[in-house]
């Protein structure tokens, strides 16, 4: 029963966690691009929480912590498996194609903050056989 428990909690942390690294990127995008529009937001959150005296535990901090290093570690697993698919299917696509798929899907890993690993690129000599082979095949 303990492990079933365990698995759930780290089913609860990983998914709590990954929404906050996408709240935090989302926010982070917006005081970076929009000052202004931060300031009224963050001013209107604070009037509404003064206004309703939320009292938030002290272990929040910590939850939200180890739920942040879950979510991390999920979408760093996440992004190591569709490497492969992705380059895989890159190679399939025109060559200017694949490189703005590259990226944007690239970009997308830069404003969660998760360290994207270099794409593998196909050598010309590699991917001129290919497309010998495939005009043979036709």
Same mark, same amino acid.
């Given at each position: ?10 089913? #609860? ?5 990954? $929404? ?17 529009? #931060? ?9 509404? !929480? ?13 939850? #939200? ?12 697993? !996440? ?9 895989? +299917? ?20 830069? +404003?969660? $903050? ?25």
């Amino acid at each position: 029963m303990a492990a079933v428990a365990d698995q759930v909690k780290n089913i #609860a942390y990983t998914s709590v966690g990954v $929404n906050l690294i996408i709240s935090d990127a989302v926010a982070n995008s917006i005081r970076e691009q929009r000052p202004e529009l #931060a300031e009224r937001l963050e001013g209107q959150a604070e009037k509404l !929480f003064s206004s309703v005296k939320i009292n938030v535990p002290d272990f929040v901090e910590e939850h #939200a912590g180890i739920a942040r290093k879950h979510g991390a570690e999920a979408l760093i697993k !996440f992004h190591d498996g569709n490497q492969a698919r992705a380059a895989r +299917f890159e190679e399939r696509l025109p060559t200017r194609v694949g490189e703005v798929i590259n990226e944007r899907r690239r970009a997308a890993w830069d +404003f969660l $903050n998760v360290a994207a690993p270099t794409t593998k690129k196909v050598s010309s000599k590699k991917a001129s056989s290919k497309k010998a082979d495939k005009t043979e095949e036709i």
